[in-house]
């Protein structure tokens, strides 16, 4: 038979209602609050409806098992390392796959933020199924929001609870938008960070990771804002602060060092990235 909770060794919390209201009108937890948030492992069983959707969004993150969910007129499966996300006010129905039930952790999220931090993991209703590539994490933020409510509801665990949301919801969106490891995007990246001493070629590079260079711009510009050149300089100028900070060294030894030969070109591109010149750098972060 279906259930909703009740789970061997589960852990629930729902933040009392008068308590989320006051939450709302206060700075910080106004723009993010965890009004309930729970834990539900190998849940055989488990199923929830809402056909008019629920008054917070919702996050699922599935450790273990599998599951399934219907959100607007959509039908998906949710797997291990993988998440759920429910945008508010959305008709939806989830739960446990027979053979196989999922183990998960939950939390619900009002506030003024949380449409657009819901936006920025390209989850929609079309597609509420988001990868969580750093599980881990995902699942220890998730158990120090339900550690922390458990404890009480108070102000100060509430903020506590609002800003392990934050860091869960943008660690997730960082390990979507980052390279997964072995992909052509990362190992531009780890070539281009072992090369800050010279010139790169986008085309040559773009063949040694096995793309074309229009695609591995596209790639970079998703992953950075920026094109594949504008990465590498930006890795040349963060090593010469490095050497501007920690070390000695004049400016013509540094330029060479991150691939300049001409060291009043390298404090003209120093000074478009800093606004002011290498020189000025080392005097203003001295001591």
Same mark, same amino acid.
């Given at each position: 038979?279906?259930i909703? #909770?009740?789970?061997?060794?589960?852990?629930?919390?729902?933040?009392?209602?008068?308590?989320?209201?006051?939450?709302?009108?206060?700075?910080?937890?106004?723009?993010?609050?965890?009004?309930?948030?729970?834990?539900?492992?190998?849940?055989?069983?488990?199923?929830?409806?809402?056909?008019?959707?629920?008054?917070?969004?919702?996050?699922?993150?599935?450790?273990?098992? +599998? /599951?399934?969910?219907?959100?607007?007129?959509?039908?998906?499966?949710?797997?291990a390392?993988?998440?759920?996300?429910?945008?508010? /006010?959305?008709?939806? #129905?989830?739960?446990?796959?027979?053979?196989?039930?999922?183990?998960?952790?939950?939390?619900?999220?009002?506030?003024?933020?949380?449409?657009?931090?819901i936006? %920025?993991?390209?989850?929609? +209703?079309?597609?509420?199924?988001?990868?969580?590539?750093?599980?881990?994490?995902?699942?220890?933020?998730?158990?120090e929001?339900?550690?922390?409510?458990?404890?009480?509801?108070?102000?100060?665990?509430?903020?506590?609870?609002?800003?392990?949301?934050?860091?869960?919801?943008?660690?997730?969106?960082?390990?979507?938008?980052?390279? #997964?490891p072995?992909?052509?995007l990362?190992?531009?990246?780890?070539?281009l960070?072992?090369?800050?001493? /010279?010139?790169?070629?986008?085309?040559?590079?773009? %063949?040694?990771?096995?793309?074309?260079? %229009?695609?591995?711009?596209?790639?970079?510009?998703?992953? +950075? /804002?920026?094109?594949?050149?504008?990465?590498? +300089?930006?890795?040349?100028?963060?090593?010469?602060?490095?050497?501007l900070?920690?070390?000695?060294?004049?400016?013509?030894?540094?330029?060479?060092?991150?691939?300049?030969?001409?060291?009043?070109?390298?404090?003209?591109?120093?000074?478009r990235?800093?606004?002011?010149?290498?020189? #000025?750098?080392?005097?203003?972060?001295?001591?």
């Amino acid at each position: 038979m279906p259930i909703e #909770e009740g789970f061997r060794g589960q852990r629930l919390v729902v933040v009392p209602r008068p308590q989320v209201a006051e939450a709302l009108r206060r700075p910080v937890t106004r723009r993010l609050l965890v009004t309930d948030a729970g834990y539900y492992p190998a849940a055989a069983d488990h199923r929830m409806q809402r056909p008019r959707g629920a008054e917070e969004a919702i996050v699922i993150v599935c450790a273990s098992g +599998t /599951g399934w969910a219907r959100v607007g007129a959509g039908m998906h499966r949710l797997g291990a390392w993988q998440a759920l996300v429910i945008p508010r /006010g959305v008709p939806h #129905e989830y739960g446990a796959d027979a053979r196989d039930p999922w183990t998960i952790w939950w939390a619900h999220l009002a506030g003024t933020d949380v449409t657009e931090l819901i936006e %920025s993991l390209a989850a929609s +209703t079309d597609r509420p199924v988001v990868p969580v590539r750093a599980i881990d994490r995902a699942v220890a933020l998730l158990d120090e929001i339900v550690t922390g409510l458990e404890r009480d509801q108070s102000p100060v665990r509430l903020l506590g609870a609002a800003g392990a949301a934050w860091k869960l919801l943008t660690q997730i969106n960082v390990d979507r938008l980052l390279p #997964e490891p072995g992909d052509p995007l990362q190992r531009a990246m780890n070539y281009l960070a072992e090369r800050l001493d /010279g010139k790169v070629k986008v085309s040559e590079l773009a %063949s040694l990771v096995g793309v074309s260079p %229009s695609h591995l711009g596209t790639l970079f510009r998703k992953a +950075t /804002g920026g094109g594949v050149l504008a990465h590498h +300089t930006a890795l040349r100028m963060a090593r010469a602060r490095q050497l501007l900070d920690a070390t000695d060294a004049t400016i013509t030894e540094i330029a060479f060092d991150v691939g300049f030969d001409d060291a009043f070109y390298f404090s003209r591109v120093f000074r478009r990235h800093h606004g002011m010149s290498p020189s #000025e750098f080392r005097l203003r972060y001295t001591g």
